[in-house]
């Protein structure tokens, strides 16, 4: 659960602010990340990948739904793309 001044600052903290943001998603987990989270992600091919606070960014240049990337550290979160973030900030900011 984020509240809405955390939700906008995801939407800001996106580290790939130049890709299409239907490409781009963060991974919402409860707990921050392990500092290696991301070194034991296998699969990777063309996908991006940064550590937030408590998300994984993602960038999947050829679409999610092709890549076979996996982080074991995700598993226990949920992913939405950035227009989805941008949408739910929204909604949480105007409540």
């Known amino acids: 659960m984020r509240t809405a001044s955390e939700m906008a600052a995801v939407l800001d903290a996106n580290p790939f602010p ?3 943001p239907k ?3 963060a991974i919402f987990l409860d ?3 392990p ?3 991301l070194d034991h992600a296998v699969g990777q091919t063309v996908e991006r990948m940064f550590l937030g606070d408590r998300e994984i960014f993602i960038h999947y240049a050829n679409g999610m739904g092709r890549s076979k990337l996996q982080i074991p550290a995700a598993r226990v979160g949920t992913a939405r ?3 989805t ?3 739910l900030a929204a909604i949480a ?3």
Request: overall charge negative; aromatic content about 4%; hydrophobic content about 30%.
């Open 93 to 95: 900011s105007s409540l």
């Open 23 to 25: 490409n781009t998603y």
């Open 31 to 33: 707990e921050r990340p």
């Open 18 to 20: 130049e890709a299409e």
């Open 81 to 83: 793309n950035m227009n």
């Open 85 to 87: 973030v941008a949408k």
């Open 35 to 37: 500092n290696d989270a």
